[in-house]
């Protein structure tokens, strides 16, 4: 039982590593990686008509999240469920929007990029 008991400890501490390594994408500098330019791309081309995609601006839909509090608002792996669902199920009352996995990544590497701070600064104009 003991055995057992370290066993799931040593495993809980190794999730717990792993998750860590996703959970620190501050360190990372999605601005610096080519699929940045790329999501922008299809964010203007697939969800700039009902989303805020830059980094400041509001929505044409107003009930459409800004891509810019996205980041906050799914942590880690969770963006990247989001962006599957919605593209193979849609969301709210749209259809799916067909957007193929890699563009899923660079759409996601984008909204990672954007600078959140920005949407605090324009709510304060
Ligand atoms: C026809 C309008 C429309 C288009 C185009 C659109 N969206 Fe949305 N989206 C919405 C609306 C409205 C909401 C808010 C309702 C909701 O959360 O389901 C939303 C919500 C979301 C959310 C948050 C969902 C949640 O769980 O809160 C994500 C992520 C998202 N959209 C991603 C995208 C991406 C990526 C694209 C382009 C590939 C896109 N959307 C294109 C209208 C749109």
Known sequence: MLDLRIAFGALAITAALALGGC???GD???RASPRFGEGRTYALRY???CHAVEEAGPSRDPVAPPFRTLS????????????DAVAEHGHWNMPPIYIVPAERRAIETYIRGLPAAAAARKTTL
């Open 23 to 25: 959970v620190t994408p």
């Open 72 to 83: 906050a608002r799914f942590p880690a792996s969770a963006l990247r469920k989001r962006l």
């Open 28 to 30: 990372k500098d999605w």
């Open 47 to 49: 969800c700039a008509g």
